[in-house]
């Protein structure tokens, strides 16, 4: 089994910043792609940001020239360096890892238990 542990949300005015860090423990042999969703009120959860294994990014338009997405592999860890913070960023915020456990294991999609973001004056 695998567990990612989250840290670093918080209250932060708008035009603030934090890092948020997530770290993989467990059953690991490999990660795949590395990322970061968030969930508003009412809303779907959404994509954020993601790095691959050969350090390749997406982003959500959103958030595109304002947040950094990067990773450690030998802490198994990824952050995610949020600036230039709005109200609309306020969501919590969820990690996501494609595990696997052996070489001829599947890789299997984990989540961390979320951090809530408010961006709030």
């Known amino acids: 089994q695998v567990q990612l542990v989250e840290s670093g949300g918080g209250l932060v005015q708008p035009g603030g910043s934090l890092r948020l860090s997530c770290t993989a423990s467990?059953?690991?042999?490999?990660?795949?792609?590395m990322g970061w969703y968030r969930q508003a009120p009412g809303k779907q959860r959404e994509l954020v940001a993601v790095i691959r294994n050969r350090r390749s990014t997406n982003y959500a338009d959103s958030v595109k020239g304002r947040f950094t997405i990067s990773r450690d592999n030998a802490k198994n860890t990824v952050y995610l360096q949020m600036n230039s913070l709005k109200p609309e960023d306020t969501a919590v915020y969820y990690c996501?890892?494609?595990?696997?456990?052996?070489?001829?294991?599947?890789?299997?999609?984990?989540w961390g238990q979320g951090t809530q973001v408010t961006v709030s004056s």
């Open positions: 467990g059953s690991i042999f490999d990660i795949n792609a």
């Open positions: 996501n890892a494609e595990v696997r456990a052996s070489i001829l294991a599947p890789f299997n999609d984990y």
